[in-house]
């Protein structure tokens, strides 16, 4: 039997399930690409006023996570941060269904921008990301260019 997905915002630390849904994001990423070019953010830094957590749970079992960060560097966008699905639950739309969890979260604070940094090696994540109307950019924000970086963005409509 499938369940649907639920998508809440995570307002706190301290989830056990949310916590090693991370540290798989954390060995998956670390296991592609070296430190340097690798730019996640813990956790606690993203749960704030100036952004947003989402984690993806059937039953009790926390399955995809993902961030934004309301930025103010050259324009005001959101900076998608940390979307990961279990390898199980891969191919099933729950990537699909974060993305638009942020998105909203981004148009609820009047911003039309949504960009987001993600690696080559990871093609599936950017076959998702072109087929949800992103395209590549240069290097935003603090980011500087990396042939391990791919820069990415979307406008969204208001």
């Known amino acids: 039997m499938t369940h649907t997905m ?3 915002r995570v307002v706190a630390l301290g989830d056990p399930a949310l916590d090693e849904l991370i540290r798989q994001s954390d060995e998956y990423l670390a296991s592609l690409y070296p430190p340097e070019s690798n730019h996640t953010e813990p956790l606690a830094a993203l749960i704030s006023d100036t952004s947003a957590f989402f984690k993806g749970v059937i039953g009790s079992e926390c399955v995809a996570c993902g961030a934004v ?9 959101g ?4 979307v990961f699905v ?12 974060i993305m638009s969890a942020l998105e909203d979260y981004i148009l609820e604070h009047d911003i039309s921008v949504a960009r987001l940094e993600a690696g080559p090696l990871q093609p599936a994540a950017l076959k998702l990301y072109g087929k949800l109307g992103y395209r590549e950019r ?7 260019s990396d042939p391990l970086s791919t820069f990415m963005e979307k406008h969204l409509s208001l």
Request: aromatic residues 8%.
């Open 6 to 8: 639920q998508v809440q």
């Open 69 to 77: 960060k309301l930025m103010d560097d050259d324009i005001r966008y």
């Open 79 to 82: 900076e998608i941060k940390r």
């Open 86 to 97: 279990s390898e199980r639950q891969r191919g099933s739309g729950l990537a699909t269904a």
């Open 138 to 144: 240069g290097p935003f924000g603090s980011y500087q």
